[in-house]
């Protein structure tokens, strides 16, 4: 059976630096392939090429014929105007049509003189229509906007006017009503609550074509992926089943390939001894073609770098890597190989020293009868609220409750409707938004910085960037 989508020695560079390198695997039928990696691994970015957003640098993607493909981005954007309710009408514009076609084919049936015909037709147009969903779409649209969290009210807001995470799961809704052969959903979950969540494992285990997640929620990837491709270090590799076999199979693997380094490298400790003992005694011949032979395997090791040897026989690398020098000596040789260190697989961790900040009142912030939303709409009362100094409270709800527009509230961003909000003295706040807010996407990083710290050196900026993983290139690069 041919897969929907086959990728071959896929490569992507921005400039000098390689994104990823050599990514082939296949999307067959019925499958839920998970890509998982550290962030900046070029996830989302290999998402783009196979939808056709981007280019690859090297490498193919083959697509079966007349495949449908269906992409849901992280920050999703609608090219139409309407409600929630239009948007996903529009995905039955040919059902709606033929519709039209049967009512006015009824018209036609009331003539004696056209009844004939039109009955004939009215039939085959008929099973057509009820065979692909005609008289069951709208229950499927109010099914599909029910378990996103959507309730019969908010079918009719304005596209314009939802939150990102409405907007995102409304389109999340179109592409599932659209129902195409392959679905490419990057971080589908990130605006879904609980319920939501649970919702969308259900339909996508009931679904009849092949899905590609990009997600970082553990348990929905054990839930729905039958396949996990890991990248890391600009490779990849495949595991089959779920999240948690993954992480099995991976210390499995790994466990293997130490072992694999081990018994090469010791197989040249045992060279280098034989050369030690006879490169001046009656067996020098033997002695030096084996010191040429392993200063070959040594070098061709350093060059490709561990990770590309540790599944292979050293001896098989060499033969891939021209090699310029002359032969070590004996004591450079020893050297070289006690030297060699299979490579370190943890990834650099964000190491965060946050400073605490002046210290406060014992007051940070009292609400009164507040009650937040907009001119026309209440989200919600809240209850008299007070936190103090010290505590940490945690602000949870179904999508579209309010939250956001919350906190907008306490910081000043939106007036209450009614009721007041009180912050204590000498607060400083830091607000962390959803979509970004307040970073301007054409600035660099380094420009970013040096707005809010307009007195930093280069070398300030470059060093407070380092602390969250942004190194090299990365930090010209646009937000």
């Known amino acids: 059976v041919m897969s929907l989508l086959t990728v071959s020695s896929l490569s992507k560079s921005f400039g000098p630096v ?35 957003l981007d280019e690859a640098s090297g490498g193919t993607v083959t697509r079966a014929k007349n495949l449908r493909v269906g992409y849901l981005p992280q920050e999703a954007e609608f ?68 378990g996103l969290g959507f309730s019969s009210r908010d079918y009719h807001l304005e596209l314009d006017h939802l939150s990102g995470g409405q907007r995102t799961r409304a389109y999340l809704a179109r592409l599932l009503l659209a129902e195409p052969d ?58 089959p089943g779920n999240y948690s076999a993954y992480l099995r199979t991976r210390e499995l693997r790994w466990e293997h390939r130490i072992e694999t380094f081990q018994a090469e490298k010791d197989k040249l400790l045992k060279d280098v001894e034989y050369i030690k003992k006879n490169i001046s005694g009656q067996n020098v011949s033997q002695a030096k073609g084996k010191l ?22 050293w001896i098989e690398t060499s033969d891939e890597v021209v090699i310029a020098t002359s032969p070590f000596g004996p004591e450079e040789a020893e050297r070289r190989v006690r030297a060699l260190r299979p490579p370190v697989r943890t990834l650099p961790r964000l190491h965060l020293n946050l400073r605490t900040a002046p210290r406060s009142g014992e007051l940070v912030l009292r609400t009164s009868g507040l009650e937040v939303g907009y001119p026309d709409r209440l989200l919600f009362a809240s209850p008299d609220l007070l936190l103090r100094r010290g505590e940490c409270a945690a602000l949870i709800g179904p999508n579209g409750a309010g939250k956001t527009t919350f906190l907008k509230t306490i910081l000043g961003q939106l007036a209450p409707l009614e009721g007041e909000v009180t912050l204590g003295a000498a607060l400083k706040i830091g607000y962390f938004a959803q979509a970004h807010e307040g970073l301007n996407p054409e600035n660099t990083l380094v420009q970013e910085i040096d707005s809010l710290m307009p007195h930093w050196l280069p070398g300030q900026i470059r060093d407070y960037l380092g602390k969250y993983l942004f190194s090299g290139e990365d930090v010209y690069k646009k937000v």
Not at 27 to 43: D, E, F
Not at 104 to 112: Q, V
Not at 200 to 205: I, K
Request: negative net charge; hydrophobic residues 45%.
């Open 18 to 52: 390689d994104l990823f390198a050599g990514i082939s695997f296949a999307v067959p039928h019925g499958s839920r392939l998970a890509l998982v990696g550290p962030n900046g691994c070029g996830k989302t970015t290999l998402l783009r090429i196979l939808v056709g």
């Open 79 to 146: 090219e139409m105007q309407g409600t929630v309710w239009e948007a996903c009408v529009a995905v039955f514009q040919d059902l709606i049509a033929r519709q039209a076609d049967l009512e006015k084919l009824e018209t036609e049936m009331a003539d004696p003189g056209q009844r004939e015909r039109a009955l004939e037709r009215y039939g085959t147009l008929q099973h057509e229509f009820e065979r692909r969903g005609g008289y069951t779409y709208q229950t499927r649209i109010k099914q599909v906007l029910t």
């Open 182 to 239: 392959l679905l490419l959903l990057d971080e589908p979950t990130n605006h879904l609550d609980i319920a939501a969540v649970e919702w969308l494992e259900g339909y996508l285990g009931q679904w009849a074509g092949a899905v590609v997640i990009v997600s970082h929620d553990r348990y929905f990837l054990d839930r729905v992926a039958n396949g996990i491709l890991e990248m890391a270090f600009g490779a990849s590799e495949y595991y």
């Open 292 to 313: 040429r032979r392993l200063s070959r395997i040594v070098q061709a090791v350093e060059q490709i770098g561990m990770e590309a040897v540790l599944n292979q026989k």
